[in-house]
């Protein structure tokens, strides 16, 4: 039975990635508050879930220049440094929503703007904690090693999310935004306990847009990296129909802010049960087969979440579909970091992380335009069909992702 739970081994063999590790859980705590208090507040100053859509994608641009700058930064500074940095500024952010939302109905274009700033800022710095982790442990413990990060990752996205129903049903909405706070402080805090981690190779004379593009040729020339981006985005721009949540609770569901944050929470609820069974996922050989088929799982998922208004069926697809994106993360991000050199570390992985986090934002104007055309229903059903197409089309385009046993 030991081998099917996951090996916590990295936490026992690198002090950095202890504190990388719990400092990372209590901001994504902070973290998932702000993930249902901005469309929240968003749908409730303009019951449109096409402005929740809208929101997202305005904040998308930020998203990618952040990532690749903090990627581009991350290969030519210390590392410790830019995340403590960021992790001051992010706070001071949301210190900005709070006070925004404790107005009488908080200004919308301040709003979106802050929403938009804290995306930069969260792109910024997630690469930079992406690349840390293969500098701080051993090859053969990264797939470990991520899977801890996604108990992590998903731990919050279950508490965060539930606590936000809470808060936003029975203290205020600026609660949210107050507590997001502080854990960026808790953040930097315990990032200031990790050793410096200076950049690897020589990036002194290239400049910074130059340093940028190699990474995006690099990118071009790599079949693998390619088909790793492909299966995310084809999973969230078409399978992830989160801008809707806010309808579907309130309108659909009929219900209040509690329902809306257990919506939220579903996905994280699986994941964790997964998560902490992924001892196995390090034996797996043909990984990129793995990574498509579960892609294809997450497209049914979601096809039945739109056809089953019943809440509890509802909330189990949701889980099922967060159980899934456990393991397809995992692999992927062991499959990526197993095929890149180490001088384009940082950079591959902001163009990593402006796809994972561009991509739901994407998904989220999808559904809302198909939504405000057809219906809610209609969005997130065909939403998740599509997504099936789109894994049979990725084994056809990328046929070495599906059968290479390296991969």
């Given at each position: 039975m030991s ?6 081994s ?7 990635f202890?504190?990388?590790f ?20 968003v ?7 096409l ?10 641009p ?12 991350g290969?030519r500074?210390?590392?410790r ?5 960021s ?12 006070l ?6 908080g ?35 990264w ?21 936000a129903?809470?808060?936003l ?22 990032t ?17 847009l ?9 990118v071009?020339?790599?079949?693998t ?6 299966a995310d985005l ?26 809306l944050?257990l ?41 039945l ?5 019943v ?29 890149i ?21 994407l ?15 209609f ?5 998740g069909v ?22």
């Amino acid at each position: 039975m030991s081998r099917l739970f996951v090996d916590v081994s990295p936490l026992r063999a690198s002090r950095n990635f202890r504190f990388l590790f719990f400092g990372q859980v209590i901001s994504l705590l902070g973290s998932n508050l702000t993930v249902v208090a901005v469309p929240y507040q968003v749908y409730r100053q303009t019951h449109s879930s096409l402005w929740v859509g809208m929101a997202s994608l305005i904040q998308l641009p930020f998203l990618i220049a952040g990532s690749l700058w903090g990627g581009a930064l991350g290969d030519r500074i210390d590392q410790r440094t830019l995340m403590i940095v960021s992790s001051f500024f992010q706070g001071a952010v949301s210190i900005g929503l709070a006070l925004n939302a404790l107005s009488a109905h908080g200004h919308f274009a301040l709003l979106l703007s802050l929403a938009a700033v804290a995306a930069g800022a969260a792109g910024f710095v997630s690469p930079l904690r992406m690349a840390t982790i293969p500098r701080l442990l051993k090859s053969d413990q990264w797939v470990a090693a991520y899977s801890l990060n996604q108990i992590a990752v998903n731990t919050a996205a279950v508490a965060g999310p539930a606590f936000a129903g809470v808060l936003l049903a029975s203290v205020s909405l600026s609660a949210c935004y107050w507590i997001d706070a502080l854990t960026f402080a808790l953040l930097a805090v315990a990032t200031m306990f990790m050793s410096a981690l200076k950049p690897t190779g020589e990036h002194s004379g290239i400049a910074m847009l130059h340093a940028i593009a190699d990474g995006f040729r690099y990118v071009r020339r790599h079949a693998t990296a390619q088909a790793v981006y492909l299966a995310d985005l084809n999973a969230t721009v078409f399978g992830l129909p989160r801008a809707l949540f806010p309808a579907v609770a309130l309108t659909l569901y009929h219900g209040g802010p509690r329902l809306l944050g257990l919506l939220y929470a579903a996905p994280g609820a699986g994941a964790i049960v997964m998560a902490v069974m992924t001892g196995w996922v390090a034996r797996v050989h043909r990984q990129g087969r793995l990574v498509i088929v579960v892609v294809m799982i997450w497209g049914g998922a979601m096809a039945l979440f739109g056809l089953v208004h019943v809440i509890w069926i509802g909330l189990a697809c949701l889980a099922v579909a967060g159980a899934t994106d456990v393991i397809s993360t995992v692999l992927r991000n062991a499959i990526l970091q197993n095929a890149i050199t180490d001088e384009f570390r940082s950079r591959i992985s902001s163009i990593q992380m402006a796809v994972v986090t561009g991509g739901p934002r994407l998904g989220d104007v999808e559904s809302g335009v198909v939504a405000s055309l057809v219906s809610t229903e209609f969005s997130i059903v065909s939403g998740g069909v599509v997504c099936i197409l789109g894994a049979l089309a990725l084994i056809k385009r990328r046929p070495g992702f599906w059968r290479d046993e390296t991969a």
